[in-house]
């Protein structure tokens, strides 16, 4: 019995176990059986706070990083249907400003009958604009009338020497070029008149300068008139015609 004590004792000390002072005994259970060291049983290590508290923010970020791309995604889809609702609301505004098609302008039967006496061909006068005339049409204090670049139908009615003749400048003025042209007035008179080009930030206008204003007092031209201008070149000499559009 005291020598199995001793073996009991260099046992506890070699694999760190309690003591045993009671002796067991297991029917069919082989001495050398009881005595034979099992697996040491898993040990759970018990989290500090410190790291309880980083599992938790961690946990914590991954949901506040999910709930953001989340946001993100909800976001960037809300743009992206906005951004397509935009362009397709402008789409719709741009085809609501398509022109109807509409026949051509025809030159009144009487100016028809000035323009074949001179010997010019109808069909090489070209329709150059319609337009409203306005007040700074009208006005001595504008004294031209505009004729917008981009309004006008036939960009041909000026030769292409023409077209760079308006955009060279005077030595002395430094002012943009201008040419004469005759013109048929709406009562059919005839009178000399200028036209010159005129670039703005946004956009740029032919003016008909020179004498306008008297062409205005003689054919008693009005606010809110239509009036039409049509060209031809009768033997390399430019023409312009002014019709008055009866509403």
């Given at each position: 019995m005291l020598k199995k004590m001793k073996l009991l004792e260099r046992?506890?000390?070699?694999?760190?176990?309690?003591?045993?002072?009671?002796?067991?005994?297991?029917?069919?259970?082989?001495?050398?059986?009881?005595?034979?060291?099992k697996n040491p049983p898993t040990v759970i290590q018990s989290q500090s706070?410190?790291?309880?508290?980083?599992?938790?923010?961690?946990?914590s970020l991954k949901r506040k990083t999910i709930e953001t791309f989340d946001g993100d995604l909800s976001m960037e889809r809300t743009k992206t249907e906005t951004l397509f609702d935009e362009k397709t609301e402008q789409v719709g505004i741009q085809r609501r400003k398509i022109k109807p098609i509409i026949d051509p302008p025809v030159l009144p039967d009487e100016l028809k009958e000035k323009i074949s006496g001179m010997g010019v061909q109808i069909s090489e006068v070209k329709f150059?604009?319609?337009?409203?005339?306005?007040?700074?049409?009208?006005?001595?204090?504008?004294?031209?009338?505009?004729?917008?670049?981009?309004?006008?139908?036939?960009?041909?009615?000026?030769?292409?020497?023409?077209?760079?003749?308006?955009?060279?400048?005077?030595?002395?003025?430094?002012?943009k070029s201008k040419i004469q042209f005759n013109l048929i007035e709406p009562s059919l008179e005839e009178t000399k008149i200028h036209l010159a080009k005129w670039d703005m930030s946004n956009n740029s206008s032919y003016v008909l300068l020179n004498d306008w204003m008297e062409v205005v007092e003689r054919n008693k031209l009005k606010f809110g008139m239509v009036v039409q201008l049509w060209s031809f070149h009768q033997h390399l000499v430019p023409w312009l015609a002014l019709v008055s559009v009866r509403q």
């Open positions: 046992i506890r000390l070699c694999v760190n176990i309690p003591l045993i002072t009671t002796t067991i005994f297991c029917p069919g259970l082989k001495e050398a059986d009881f005595f034979r060291r706070t410190s790291q309880k508290k980083g599992l938790k923010f961690r946990i150059v604009i319609q337009k409203v005339l306005y007040d700074t049409d009208l006005s001595y204090k504008h004294m031209r009338m505009s004729i917008p670049v981009n309004q006008v139908e036939r960009k041909d009615f000026l030769t292409s020497q023409q077209k760079m003749v308006l955009e060279t400048r005077d030595i002395e003025s430094n002012k």
